[in-house]
Nanobody
């Protein structure tokens, strides 16, 4: 089983920055792809950014050139650096990962979410 714990959310003014962290713990053989999703009130959950175990990244068009996803494989941690934040970035941000928990078993896990609020 894998547990994901997010941190780094909070209240920030437009144009400000935040850095989210998500650490994986538990029993697993390896962590494969990791990503960040977000869900704003009244909207669907959407993919913000993802990163493979090899470092290949993918971003939503709305956050390209503003957000940067990275990971530290030794620490089983994924980060999301968010710059030039806008009010429309306000949402609960969720960490997601697929982890190999058996010799031939891979399963997806979600964190509890962390609130990001961008407001004057």
């Amino acid at each position: 089983q894998v547990q994901l714990v997010e941190s780094g959310g909070g209240l920030v003014q437009p144009g400000g920055s935040l850095r989210l962290s998500c650490a994986a713990s538990g029993r697993f053989f390896s962590i494969n792809a990791m990503g960040w999703y977000r869900q704003a009130p009244g909207k669907e959950r959407e993919l913000v950014a993802a990163i493979t175990s090899g470092g290949s990244t993918n971003y939503a068009d709305s956050v390209k050139d503003r957000f940067t996803i990275s990971r530290d494989n030794a620490k089983n941690t994924v980060y999301l650096q968010m710059n030039s934040l806008k009010p429309e970035d306000t949402a609960i941000y969720y960490c997601n990962t697929d982890a190999r928990i058996g010799y031939s078993t891979t399963r997806s896990y979600w964190g509890q979410g962390t609130q990001v609020t961008v407001s004057s």
